[in-house]
């Protein structure tokens, strides 16, 4: 078995990292609708659904197939082009952006193969190009929708988006400085020499909490899921989609979630490596990986179901006057603290 | 191989430069101003620029031409089709001729600075010049020998900002008590 893997040619590895990566993205999305449901029924002591195979897992599936054979409506007067473009908008880049997610590293005898589908050297140049792209989905779905609340939830969407992405590099931007290096692999790299996840370090831990305020903005979830918003405005700026488009946008957004998370993990808390053991197996490696992305999973739903939601204003509020400053202001103090105890120069 | 894709990108670039002016609704301006932007970008990566590439998607397409939209979206111009049709209207007439010939002549010295420069790079190529694709040339370069004029283009954008704020708030004291009209509607052009 090991002589054999060792020997296989580099492309059907690739095929098969890319394979394994996205279909494991997509299954994640696919059983985040289900964890979602079965965890807010757990809060509130309901069963959730359990009906569709053993716990109800086979419960995304059942739903899979009722949106494409749904009826498809597209409202009159929408611009059809970009009507039928913004969902796909949504869902490509965030599942794009899993590529540099460095997983971990697979080791077969002698070799050892890197579980990731890219190791860019402007990794994070990269996931943030393409993270930025996602708004487009939402803007320009509520606008072709014809619709005043599509038009609004769009607005929202993409103002509130703008905002945090803000703040999401600058905290992206403290792990770079602390790490010297925009590649994912090489950050992973230096927390395990340093013995010391980012998130222990005092700028990491400030630069943590507004990373994930920031994902919880960017991935348009509570308690700032201002861009659906049901009291409001219907369904925000998807309010007019059905059948599979819609859940296009939904497979999007639960994409964005799994990224973030997996960043998260990466950027905070070391990613593939494991506390306290640094010579841990491989396999280890990626369980732990796994289980610090699913945590963060978790915690988007735990506070969807804990929280309630806040208002416009507050949110940008709380965006412009207090997370950005802070985010500064932490971007500043690191970099004068690696400039003065430079270790290259 | 990468000649051919550049002659596409090339073209969807071009194209998608025609359709900024040509879209009749300002909506398929911007989209098409967004694949000009793609298309440049991809042709960055295909010239090795990784960060020249990731920097363009991530400032203009991510951040600026959604300010775009934004703008677009909330000035409310006039109804929208449910189609993008292209007008030639904006290409007549002696204004259009004259900005026709401007941009004619910018190409033309361009391209005999790239001719020029081109010839030059091949006669004494740089032995030890710092590589410009890579993140940490690019910042050398941006931060020493480019240190004041980048400097100095930021004081613009920051000067540029201030005149912005002012302007707004200038209006904003000026129409005290009466209502905005006549602007929802009106055609930008």
């Given at each position: 078995m090991e002589a054999f893997l060792a020997d296989v040619p580099e492309w059907i590895l690739w095929v098969a990292k890319v394979a394994l990566i996205f279909g494991g993205l997509i299954g994640t999305a696919a059983l985040m609708s289900l964890a979602e449901r079965k965890v807010s029924a757990w809060m509130q002591f309901r069963h959730g659904?359990?009906?569709?195979g053993p716990f109800g897992l086979l419960q995304p599936l059942a739903d899979g197939i009722k949106f494409i054979f749904k009826e498809e409506l597209i409202p009159e007067g929408a611009n059809k082009f970009l009507f039928r473009l913004a969902p796909a908008l949504a869902a490509i880049p965030s599942m794009m952006t899993?590529?540099?997610?460095?997983?971990g590293t697979i080791v077969v005898g002698e070799k050892k193969i890197p579980f990731s589908i890219a190791q860019l050297d402007l990794g994070i140049m990269y996931m943030l190009a393409l993270g930025g792209l996602s708004v487009y989905g939402a803007i320009l779905g509520g606008w072709a929708s014809n619709s005043k609340y599509s038009l609004l939830g769009g607005l929202r969407a993409s103002a509130q988006m703008i905002s945090y992405e803000l703040t999401l590099i600058l905290s992206i931007l403290v792990i770079v400085a602390l790490s010297g290096s925009l590649d994912l692999g090489a950050i992973v790299t230096a927390q395990r020499e340093n013995g010391l996840?980012?998130?222990?370090t005092p700028f990491g831990a400030v630069a943590f909490v507004l990373f994930t305020i920031a994902s919880f903005a960017e991935t348009n979830r509570?308690?700032?899921?201002?861009?659906?918003?049901e009291p409001e405005l219907?369904?925000?700026?998807?309010?007019e989609y059905s059948a599979m488009r819609f859940a296009l946008f939904f497979l999007g957004e639960y994409c964005a979630m799994t990224v973030m998370a997996c960043l998260n993990a990466t950027l905070f808390?070391?990613?593939p490596s494991v506390p306290l053991w640094p010579e841990a197996p491989w396999f280890l490696g990626i369980l732990a990986f796994l289980l610090k992305a699913g945590f963060f999973l978790f915690l988007f739903i735990w506070v969807r179901w804990t929280l309630p939601r806040f208002r416009f204003d507050q949110l940008m509020r709380l965006g412009w006057k207090v997370a950005l400053p802070i985010a500064l202001a932490n971007v500043l103090v690191v970099g004068a603290w690696v400039a003065f105890t430079a270790k290259g120069s | 191989m990468s000649s051919i894709l550049f002659y596409v990108l090339a073209l969807v670039a071009l194209l998608g430069a025609a359709g900024v002016i040509l879209a009749k609704s300002p909506m398929g301006s911007v989209i098409s101003l967004l694949g000009t932007f793609f298309a440049l970008s991809v042709i960055y990566l295909l010239a090795g620029f990784q960060f020249l590439a990731a920097a363009q998607i991530l400032v203009y397409a991510g951040a600026i031409l959604v300010l775009f939209l934004f703008v677009i979206m909330l000035l409310n111009l006039g109804a929208m089709g449910s189609r993008f049709e292209l007008s030639?209207?904006?290409?007549?007439g002696g204004r259009a001729r004259l900005a026709g010939a401007i941009a004619v002549a910018f190409a033309l010295v361009g391209l005999i600075a790239a001719q020029r420069t081109t010839l030059a790079a091949t006669s004494a190529?740089?032995?030890?010049?710092?590589?410009?694709?890579g993140l940490e040339g690019l910042a050398l370069e941006l931060f020493g020998r480019y240190s004041l004029p980048f400097q100095a283009v930021s004081v613009l954008l920051l000067a540029t900002m201030v005149a912005v704020i002012v302007l707004a708030k200038r209006q904003r004291e000026g129409e005290h008590g009466g209502e905005r009209g006549g602007e929802r509607g009106g055609d930008p052009r």
């Open positions: 659904p359990n009906r569709v899993i590529a540099v997610i460095p997983i996840w980012n998130v222990f509570h308690p700032f899921d201002f861009a659906e918003c219907v369904g925000g700026f998807h309010t808390f070391g990613g | 030639f209207a904006p290409l007549q190529p740089a032995a030890d010049a710092p590589a410009i694709d």
